[in-house]
């Protein structure tokens, strides 16, 4: 386990001769928001920090906080943006695909992180989706396939790369294959623990066919993000009678981020699965399947998130 210590000393020696691009969904609060905070802090302004959304209110007020770019990063490239997304709808994903293709040249560094804990029955989107497994999964699964031309940008400029999804790694459960994306018999735990697996075979997809380019799926631990949600009178109950509890025991997005960034940064080539101390887990709880299960998944996933 890297110790805290070469957790924020690796992060604070993050100085490359090139501007990087960072694009963090999920980060107008929680992890993804300390993530925003951290890189900001760490490069000193001396990157291009794209923050993905819904709250324009809240980004703007992180943006208006961040550390200002020097004149001669500002030339470089340098700014901070918010582009606003319902992470929900692959079709919002597609129109904001296409504004970070004209807007950026390359992508360095792809953070995931939207979603919500939530053990809420099915919730169905207007594309026929789990709301619960939209965020948590094909949400991710889209941002990357749509937005890899850009990662391969920065990888053929010799460029260090990275995309990272912020959810459950060594949590997972086995995936159902005769029902992917639950739509038979589905309860809130299992959208939970097939989300996460499908989080695991995701990554492990995308590094085989891109080998240069790390592509990880972390836990984060408990932390106190406020993204808990419940529609049910007792869960709404349960969570407001636990706030203390949470407040005292669970991480702070701001120590949770130091780790996810030194993650990030130093998972340059190929799959990774890691903790919430930026620990390698292995194949730890890896979900079994035969090649023939892994390309009707690779299948499901880009059929789902392909909208007309």
């Known amino acids: 386990m890297p110790s805290w210590s070469t957790v924020t000393t690796s992060n604070a020696a993050y100085a490359p001769s090139y501007l990087p691009v960072f694009v963090v969904f999920g ?89 919500v804990f939530s053990l809420d029955g099915w919730d169905g989107t207007e594309e026929g989706i789990d709301s619960k497994l939209a965020s948590r999964f094909y949400s991710r699964f889209k941002a990357i396939h749509s937005l890899l031309p850009l990662l391969r940008k920065a990888k053929e400029a010799g460029e260090d790369v990275s995309a990272m999804s912020i959810l459950g790694a060594g949590q997972g459960a086995p995936i159902d294959f005769d029902n992917l994306g639950l739509r038979k018999n589905y309860t809130g735990l299992a959208g939970m623990m097939q989300g996460i697996s499908y989080n695991d075979l995701m990554v492990e997809a995308f590094a085989k066919q891109e080998p240069d380019i790390g592509f990880t799926h972390i836990y984060p631990g408990f932390v106190n993000t406020g993204a808990f949600k419940f529609s049910s009178w007792y869960g709404k109950l349960a969570l407001f009678l636990l706030r203390p509890v949470i407040w005292l025991v669970a991480m702070k997005p701001d120590t949770c981020a130091e780790y996810m960034m030194y993650a990030l940064l130093n998972n340059k080539k190929g799959m990774h699965r890691q903790n919430q101390s930026a620990d390698d887990i292995g194949t730890y709880k890896f979900p079994e399947a035969t090649e023939e299960q892994k390309e009707k998944f690779w299948k499901h996933s880009v059929e789902t998130t392909t909208v007309s």
Do not use: W
């Not at 980060?27 to 923050?51: D, N, P």
């Not at 993905?52 to 007020?61: D, L, Q, T």
């Not at 961040?66 to 709808?89: I, M, T």
């Open 27 to 115: 980060g107008t609060s929680g992890i993804g928001e300390a993530m925003v905070k951290a890189v900001a802090r760490y490069t000193k302004g001396r990157a291009h920090i794209v923050v993905i959304g819904r709250n324009e209110a809240a980004a703007n007020a992180i943006i208006a906080a961040l550390p200002k770019p020097s004149e001669q990063a500002v030339a470089e490239g340098a700014r901070y943006e918010f582009l606003a997304c319902d992470v929900n709808l692959m079709k919002n994903i597609d129109k904001l695909a296409e504004q970070l293709k004209s807007k950026l040249s390359k992508i360095n560094f792809l953070t995931l992180s939207a979603g």
